[in-house]
Antibody, heavy 118, light 110 residues
């Protein structure tokens, strides 16, 4: 059974940083690419970042480029997202998804809520 | 405002058919494959269509996808109350070099 579980969310002060994790199981982690996607409360889904299965090729949305780093830890079957210089506009539920390459988001976690507030 | 345009809402009666449109441009839908997602708040979104018209094995054949030019369509026949959810189209944009989602469409089964 394919499983993705996000963690690391919580309340962060404006200007702060956070690291989100996505622990996976049920498949060979190193063989897959992954994405991070978020949903601002009451809004739609927004794609944030993609990391290729090789862990080297990475793409970011313009709205977060320069503030976000995505990485794969093959030893722990875990996807990571580091975000810095957070603003209240970054308040959202953050989802990780296993990719069908660039083409689609095959399996998703249930998300972790990040609240940026003083 | 999303670069992929979806109607904010659609509705139909149980047993009926509904279609949800997704309009883009030549740099996204016009040249890249489209996928569709069903999302109930508080849950993990679920892939229902990939590569324009393919269904994951667990998705019933009541769900179908099509694409023509720079627009894509999700059709759901034999509507059930359990189909009530938000539906999103998605694709890759080669000029942005990034993923895109439509703004989402709320389906109400009356």
């Amino acid at each position: 059974q394919v499983l993705l579980v996000e963690s690391g969310g919580g309340v962060v002060q404006p200007g702060g940083s956070l690291r989100l994790s996505c622990e996976t199981s049920g498949f060979t982690f190193r063989d897959y690419s992954f994405h991070w996607i978020r949903q601002v409360p009451g809004k739609g889904l927004e794609w944030l970042a993609h990391v290729h299965s090789n862990g080297l090729d990475k793409y970011y949305a313009g709205s977060v480029k320069g503030r976000v780093t995505v990485s794969k830890d093959n030893s722990k079957n875990t996807l990571l997202l580091h975000m810095e210089s957070l603003t209240p506009e970054d308040t959202a539920v953050y989802f990780c998804a296993r990719g069908g390459g660039f083409r689609y988001y095959e399996s998703w976690g249930r998300g972790t809520l990040v609240t940026v507030s003083s | 405002q999303s670069l992929l345009t979806q109607p904010p809402s659609v509705s139909a009666a149980p047993g009926q058919k509904v279609t949800i449109s997704c309009s883009g441009t030549s740099s996204n839908i016009g040249s890249q494959s489209v996928s569709w997602y069903q999302h109930l708040p508080g849950t993990a979104p679920r892939l229902v269509i990939f590569d324009d018209h393919n269904r994951p094995s667990e998705i019933p054949d009541r769900f179908s996808g099509s694409k023509s030019g720079t627009s894509a369509t999700l059709a759901i026949t034999g509507l059930q109350t359990g189909d009530e959810a938000d539906y999103y189209c998605a694709t890759w944009d080669y000029s942005l070099n990034g993923g895109l989602f439509g703004g989402g469409t709320r389906l109400t089964v009356l």
